[in-house]
Nanobody
Framework: QVQLAESGGGLVQAGGSLGLSCAASGRTTSGRTFNRFHMGWFRQAPGKEREFVAAINWSASSTAYADSVKGRFTISRDNAKSTLYLQMNSLKSEDTAVYFC?????????????????WGQGTQVTVSS
């Protein structure tokens, strides 16, 4: 089974930076592993629905971002290390949320939660103003 584990969350002041990591392990029943998953980051703030943050395809040749983070966040991956990253710069108080990484086995890179079959437990990011 596929397992995802986020790390790197914490408390940061507005305007600061934080980097998140997501370590992947295991494989699907068909034998697919991290280097064949599209990967995404989502976040959920208290009282709000989970929302898309960023996504990257399996080869890292394509990325997508929510408008709210474009120009401030950068998604990347290291297939040799089975690790996904999210570098967050110029953080704002509205970026405060639990951040989840997710893996998709769909053909196309997606930006909806239902595109992703595997999820981590999440890591808290708090931005103080």
């Amino acid at each position: 089974q596929v397992q995802l584990a986020e790390s790197g969350g914490g408390l940061v002041q507005a305007g600061g930076s934080l980097g998140l990591s997501c370590a992947a392990s295991g494989r699907t029943t068909s034998g697919r592993t991290f280097n064949r998953f599209h990967m995404g980051w989502f976040r959920q703030a208290p009282g709000k629905e989970r929302e898309f943050v960023a996504a990257i395809n399996w080869s890292a040749s394509s990325t997508a971002y929510a408008d709210s983070v474009k120009g401030r966040f950068t998604i990347s991956r290291d297939n040799a290390k089975s690790t996904l990253y999210l570098q967050m710069n110029s953080l704002k108080s509205e970026d405060t949320a639990v951040y989840f990484c997710a893996a998709s086995t769909r053909l196309m890179l997606g930006g909806e939660a239902f595109d992703y079959a595997y999820w981590g437990q999440g890591t808290q990011v708090t931005v103080s103003s």
